[in-house]
């Protein structure tokens, strides 16, 4: 796609095996995916909110608070929050009265800061934490009511294994939701969107965390997350049912939401 | 491990499998494991927080 950016970036050895996932705008093996993205987010994790803010000019605060009240939060009803990361979402569906909540995220790093951040404001009853890896949940089938992932799904390597896995660990009649950077709907938008990706953002990333190689991956791995309708199809071969998506900010984000029958 | 053996929810416990096999686990409180015996892994707590990650288990070896 684009190797002007490739030039610049360590290759990842390939060790014999053909690429067959992207990191960022790279052509990288499954096996190397995972390493790579792990180190973006222990170098971003101490300043994760920071970068949020960067990347959305704080929009992302208002997109999260719209997918918490999707999610209807109510006591009887238990949450699973992958990539819970530093636990926004989490938090916020217990504000909002939600019961019970596991959050997950395959950083422990992330999770501690998380727990940390959740206890400092005295929200301790109702939270789990397990370190665990989407595409393979420790988890039984049929035991949640509501799965979400805010700003998760772009990073793991098998999005079609994630999906499986959050319809399999629902309960009949749960719902899924995701909340992820999405395609912008809005023509005259385009141009400045990509120059705020892929100029301000490294050199910001740069300034504010020194480290501008992980923040180029953040920009590039939306650009290379699939759109709306593709991520709707591939949440109906995952076997969720009535899947819809709302757009935020003219489809920078967008919300997914789909039912285990 | 001095941290292993911080409280850990006993409902979590319960819910827990293993993240290969989707089977059973036993909790080793002594070691702050979690063990899957088919899988022959030994999922580690840490601080609390169980690490139910295959790469970050310690493999069993026959007989222990």
Not at chain 1, 75 to 95: F, H, K, M, V
Not at chain 1, 153 to 166: G, I, P, Q, Y
Request: proline residues 6%; charged residues 20%; neutral net charge.
């Amino acid at each position: 796609m684009n190797n002007q950016s490739q030039a610049a970036a360590p290759q990842p050895p390939t060790g014999g095996a053909a690429p067959d996932t992207d990191f960022g705008f790279r052509r990288v093996t499954q096996a190397e995916k995972k390493p790579l993205v792990r180190a973006v987010f222990d170098s971003v994790a101490p300043r994760y909110d920071l970068m949020n803010d960067i990347m959305s000019l704080g929009v992302h605060r208002v997109w999260k608070r719209i997918f918490v009240t999707r999610l209807r939060p109510a006591p009887n009803r238990a949450l699973l929050d992958l990539a819970s990361g530093t636990g926004d979402i989490a938090q916020a569906w217990r504000r909002l009265d939600g019961g019970p909540v596991l959050a997950t995220d395959i950083n422990a790093a992330m999770l501690a800061v998380g727990r940390d951040r959740a206890t400092g404001r005295g929200m301790v009853a109702g939270f789990t934490y397990v370190v665990a890896d989407a595409e393979m949940l420790p988890l039984p089938s049929g035991c949640m009511d509501v799965v979400s992932m805010a700003f998760g799904l772009r990073n793991c390597t098998d999005k079609a294994a994630v999906l499986r896995e959050a319809h399999r660990v629902l309960k009949p009649g749960g719902r899924f939701f995701c909340l992820e950077f999405s395609r912008l709907q809005i023509a005259v938008l385009e141009k400045f969107y990509e120059r705020w990706s892929f100029n301000v953002l490294p050199l910001a990333g740069r300034l504010v965390a020194g480290d501008s190689e992980s923040y180029r991956y953040l920009a590039e791995s939306i650009r290379m997350f699939p759109d709306q309708e593709t991520l709707a199809g591939m949440m109906q071969d995952a076997g969720l049912a009535q899947v819809r998506f709302e757009n935020l900010s003219g489809g920078i984000a967008a919300i997914h939401s789909g039912w285990r029958l | 491990m001095s941290e292993t053996n911080a409280t850990i929810d006993p409902r979590l416990l319960e819910i827990l499998v293993c993240p290969l096999t989707k089977g059973p686990l036993t909790y080793d409180r002594a070691a702050g494991e979690l063990i899957s015996e088919k899988a022959g892994l030994a999922y580690p707590i840490r601080d609390g927080i169980p690490i139910m990650l295959p790469e970050e288990a310690r493999v069993l070896t026959e007989g222990s």
